[in-house]
């Protein structure tokens, strides 16, 4: 008949695709009512990613604070190392400063009691004999060492010497050598000289530098001395401190006036 309209296709039941979503309503304050659909598998998905993240920010962050705390460690640990390295090295250092000392001390008494067999023997001569053309010309190789705050004091029989003996030099690397203090007077119009800590000393130099104080220096090293009055020896009128390297050369050559130094 007509104006009846088209009519339905003839089969299975048909469904309208807007019956498959959710519809999720919102009330205001004032009574409005809001509405919209959701299909339920976005909502599926949304909760199923909720249900994922979740669980997994809070494995996420307790892994990034293990390895926060887990560097923390190993930071205060190189720290610890690094400040024991420190340690070691100064006490190397000193255990360097001991050697040298005792390497010196050992040279001192082969020079003085003398080496054993002939070709040693020509040879400490041949040595004694270089170092006694040594006068007090010889020019003092500069930029290595140097003395700062020196302190002589006057007591009743001695004199005391006091300095600091300093690495001046460039490269920051460690100085070794001897070092003489000598003190010298007027004894009736005769000048005399005396040598710290031993040694002999001809035209105001010593005669063999290894006989000196040995001595290994980074930074600075304290070095003392003394003086005891002897009679007739007029007192001590000046100080005067030699150094030499290693190899015997000179490398600090300064006098200090005794009553111009406090």
């Not at 019956?19 to 998905?45: E, H, N």
């Not at 909760?47 to 560097?71: M, R």
């Not at 000289?193 to 304290?222: H, L, S």
């Amino acid at each position: 008949m007509a104006g009846a309209g088209p009519e339905r296709p003839v089969g299975p039941k048909y469904k309208d695709p807007a019956a498959k979503r959710w519809t999720i309503m919102i009330m205001g304050r004032v009574g409005k009512v809001r509405s919209f659909k959701v299909s339920p598998r976005v909502l599926f998905g949304a909760l199923l990613f909720l249900a994922l993240y979740f669980p997994l920010s809070i494995v996420v962050a307790h892994w990034w604070i293990e390895l926060k705390g887990e560097t923390e460690a190993q930071k205060a640990r190189i720290e610890q190392l690094e400040l024991e390295l420190a340690r070691a090295e100064r006490s190397l250092f000193k255990f360097q400063q001991y050697v040298a000392v005792l390497d010196g001390y050992i040279a001192s008494l082969e020079t003085e009691k003398g080496l054993s067999g002939a070709a040693a023997s020509q040879t400490l001569a041949d040595e004694e004999a270089a170092l006694e053309t040594r006068t007090t010309s010889e020019e003092a190789v500069p930029g290595l060492v140097d003395i700062d705050q020196m302190s002589i004091e006057k007591e009743t029989g001695r004199v005391k010497v006091a300095f600091n003996l300093v690495n001046i030099a460039e490269d920051d690397e460690p100085v070794s050598g001897y070092i003489h203090i000598l003190a010298s007077g007027d004894d009736s119009g005769a000048s005399w000289w005396e040598v710290y800590p031993r040694g002999e000393v001809e035209q105001g130099m010593p005669v063999n530098y290894r006989v000196g104080q040995p001595f290994i220096i980074q930074r600075f090293k304290p070095i003392r001395g003394q003086f005891d009055s002897r009679p007739g020896n007029g007192g001590v009128e000046s100080i005067r401190v030699v150094v030499y390297d290693d190899t015997g050369r000179l490398i600090y050559d300064g006098a200090f006036d005794v009553d111009g130094v406090s």
